[in-house]
């Protein structure tokens, strides 16, 4: 069973980001990663042509909660703020990713803007000199049309895999650092997208891949040529949208949309192995599994509520809420810190842990 730690709510200071550009129904415009020593975590915000970084101190066991298993934040420090100069774009970012690099202190910051312009930068969280190195890839069609909402994932085994989505464009491109791989053709616009961690199919982690486009599911291998790479397609709610998939690291996939139901998918087998209906008061936009105990999901709203429940048993655990609208949603790679960023220039920030007691129990 989860736990909430503590729940804190930081403050963007107005002289770095008085007002976030609008962005896109997905909320990929956050990135979170916890230090080392745990005692502080960094936010990094993407609004307009710049990402921002904020340092978030989470010393201390504070916690507070109301009806329904509602948490109550309590007021946290920014400990430092400044501009990330590794992201030179010329339209509005749509997507921040972080992803753990090779040795200690290394982290991968990977931004796409709405023309579909890919950054992927180096940086050294230990060091004074954060940067390390970096690449760019500007679009295939050099940017020609308008621009959507663009999304970004590595690969969990290559670091050096990178896909790019295009909403508009139907496409998804797959990249070995600056080197164009291969294209993927979608029938409807990509709205979300994920690397699957753990396939029956395929001995090798990290060459399938998991798109929502309109209302359906479809899996593609980067390996097969037959189709397009189209391997599989699933149909969700007729009539509805999903705009979250994600894949958990022992293999089930968890989808969600317009009809404000988690639906969760089996690889071996293509059949849905729970739905937890209503679980959100609007349609889901956010959705990532725990890294505690992966048979809980947490589930973002397009409001301002980021529930956490029991996806086996249809159980609610905790919530919590921001003052409005969220612009951004994350959770930690590798540890439960789940992260949320609100139009008003708040960040929610939940630290949650196992049970001791259940652990016990």
């Not at 399938?208 to 097969?224: F, K, N, P, T, Y």
């Not at 921001?322 to 960040?347: H, I, P, Q, R």
């Amino acid at each position: 069973m989860l736990a909430p730690r503590s729940l804190r709510k930081a403050s963007v200071p107005p002289s770095l980001l008085s007002d976030p550009s609008p962005g896109s129904l997905q909320p990929t415009r956050l990135a979170i990663q916890v230090n080392a020593a745990g005692s502080s975590c960094s936010a990094y915000l993407a609004s307009g042509c710049r990402v921002y970084k904020i340092e978030i101190a989470m010393e201390g066991e504070m916690l507070s909660k109301g009806k329904e298993s509602l948490l109550i934040p309590i007021n946290a420090e920014v400990i430092t703020s400044s501009v990330v100069d590794r992201c030179p774009h010329r339209s509005e970012i749509q997507s921040v990713v972080l992803a753990e690099g090779e040795g200690d202190g290394c982290l991968i910051l990977g931004t796409v803007d709405s023309y579909g312009h890919l950054i992927v930068s180096r940086l050294d969280t230990v060091a004074d000199d954060i940067d390390r190195a970096s690449y760019s890839v500007p679009p295939r069609d050099c940017g020609v049309g308008e621009g959507s909402w663009a999304g970004l994932c590595f690969s969990p085994m290559h670091q050096s895999t990178v896909a790019v989505a295009r909403e508009l464009c139907k496409c998804i491109d797959i990249y070995d650092q600056d080197i164009h791989v291969r294209s993927l053709r979608t029938l409807w616009y990509p709205s979300s997208f994920s690397f699957g961690h753990c396939m029956p199919q395929v001995n090798e982690s990290g060459s399938m891949l998991a798109i929502a486009e309109g209302s359906q599911l479809s899996i593609w291998d980067l390996r097969v040529s037959n189709n397009g790479g189209c391997v599989h397609r699933i149909s969700g709610p007729i009539g509805g949208i999903i705009y979250s998939v994600c894949s958990s690291p022992s293999g089930p996939i968890a989808v969600g949309g317009t009809d404000r139901t988690v639906t969760i998918y089996d690889p071996r087998r293509w059949s849905a192995l729970s739905r937890w209906v209503g679980c959100s008061k609007y349609e889901i936009t956010g959705l990532s599994f725990s890294s505690v105990d992966e048979s809980f999901i947490y589930v973002q709203g397009v409001d301002y509520e980021i529930t956490c429940g029991l996806w086996k048993g249809n159980e609610r655990a905790f919530s919590f809420r921001g003052d409005s609208n969220w612009l951004g949603f994350s959770k930690c790679a590798n540890t439960d810190v789940v992260a949320g960023w609100c139009e008003s220039g708040s960040v929610f920030v939940a630290d949650v842990r196992q049970d001791c007691l259940s652990v016990i129990g």
